[in-house]
């Protein structure tokens, strides 16, 4: 089984909410990753997680926060958004996050953020 | 300068009208070679991963094959449920992110 979840499928929000996305799975995979996918695009890495530490940011700003509270659950919280945040978020895991360059990743269906 | 190039970007095909799907990357340090298939609105879906040149691997009408400068995807007498963008995904040595390219949009039309 190689399915990552994530919930929920749609969010509308406006630019003074706070809100959180869900991502769960349940491969024993001990490294996860959140991307951010704009219409016609290939998907852009925001962050990554390694045995429940963050390795990675590249450089995303502060309005979103990331969250590891163990190793099946990845949260991204998401506070005064702007308009042009409104994208596919795309959750990921890998195996074991020691050998990430050699690691597939496997995809979740992603939640489409809308921004008002 | 682009490390992950697909072509073409788009790709029409009559039903049963085999054809080929192009990914070039840098040469120096690839670690894995990674073929998705994405569907409007969808999360991509993990189709191959290649480590070394002269691999392929197949799954049902697709093949996947990699050289030491780029990599294809064959897709023999496509169906209309083929239609998808395919994306090509590299990892370079090092702790460096996945690097994708821009896809490759198919329309399989009946």
């Known amino acids: 089984d190689t399915e990552v979840t994530q919930t929920p499928k749609h969010l509308v929000m406006g630019m003074t909410n706070k809100k959180s996305l869900k991502c769960e799975q349940h491969?024993?995979?001990?490294?996860m990753y959140w991307y951010k996918q704009k219409a016609k695009k290939p998907p852009e890495l925001m962050f990554v997680?390694?045995?429940?530490?963050?390795?990675i940011n590249e450089s995303v700003p502060s309005r979103f926060s990331p969250e590891c509270p163990n190793s099946s659950l990845l949260n991204l919280h998401l506070h005064a958004l702007q308009p042009e945040d409104s994208a596919l978020y795309l959750c990921a895991s890998s195996q074991s996050g020691r050998r990430l360059s050699e690691e597939t990743q496997y995809f979740g269906p992603g939640t489409r953020l809308l921004v008002l | 300068e682009d490390q992950v190039t697909q072509s073409p970007e788009a790709l029409r095909l009559q039903e049963g009208e085999s054809s080929s799907l192009n990914c070039s990357y840098t040469v120096s340090g690839l670690r894995g070679l990674f073929w998705y298939r994405q569907d409007p609105g969808k999360g991509p879906e993990f189709l191959f991963t290649l480590y070394s040149a002269g691999e392929e691997k197949e799954k049902e009408r697709l093949k996947a094959t990699l050289t030491k400068k780029e990599s294809f995807l064959h897709i023999t007498a496509p169906k209309p449920e083929d239609s998808a963008t395919y994306l090509c995904?590299?990892?370079?040595?090092?702790?460096?992110?996945?690097?994708f390219g821009k896809g490759t949009r198919l329309s399989v039309i009946a």
């Open positions: 491969m024993g995979h001990r490294a």
């Open positions: 995904a590299v990892r370079y040595s090092g702790n460096t992110p996945l690097v």
């Open positions: 997680y390694s045995y429940e530490k963050l390795s």
